[in-house]
Nanobody, 125 residues
Framework: QVQLVESGGGSVQAGGSLRLSCTTSGSIVGSKCISWFRQAPGKEREGVAAISTSSLFTYYVDSVKGRVTISLDNARNTVYLQMNSLKPEDTAMYYC??????????????????WGLGTQVTVSS
């Protein structure tokens, strides 16, 4: 059974930083794409960042480029999302997502096979 468990959310002031973690478990065979999505109240869920475990290529939505870094620790089966210079508009529930098999990432919900339960990020001005 595949599980994705997020952690690291919290409340910070604008300009602050957070590092989210997503640890995967279960039998996951093949190349995969691990992504972070977010959903703010009243808005649609959007893809934020993704990393391909085969190529280590990374993908970012334009609104976070330069502020967010996604990385992978294979030994710990964990993907991190380092978020710096946070803005109030970054406030959302952040979800980890897994697309397998996948050789590239798309940041599209339709590509996701498994979801985590989410971790809340709140940025105050």
């Amino acid at each position: 059974q595949v599980q994705l468990v997020e952690s690291g959310g919290g409340s910070v002031q604008a300009g602050g930083s957070l590092r989210l973690s997503c640890t995967t478990s279960g039998s996951i065979v093949g190349s995969k794409c691990i992504s972070w999505f977010r959903q703010a109240p009243g808005k649609e869920r959007e893809g934020v960042a993704a990393i391909s475990t085969s190529s280590l290529f990374t993908y970012y939505v334009d609104s976070v480029k330069g502020r967010v870094t996604i990385s992978l620790d294979n030994a710990r089966n964990t993907v991190y999302l380092q978020m710096n210079s946070l803005k109030p508009e970054d406030t959302a529930m952040y979800y980890c997502a897994l697309d397998v098999p996948a050789y590239a990432c798309s940041l599209r919900e339709s590509s996701v096979d498994y979801w985590g339960l989410g971790t809340q990020v709140t940025v105050s001005s």
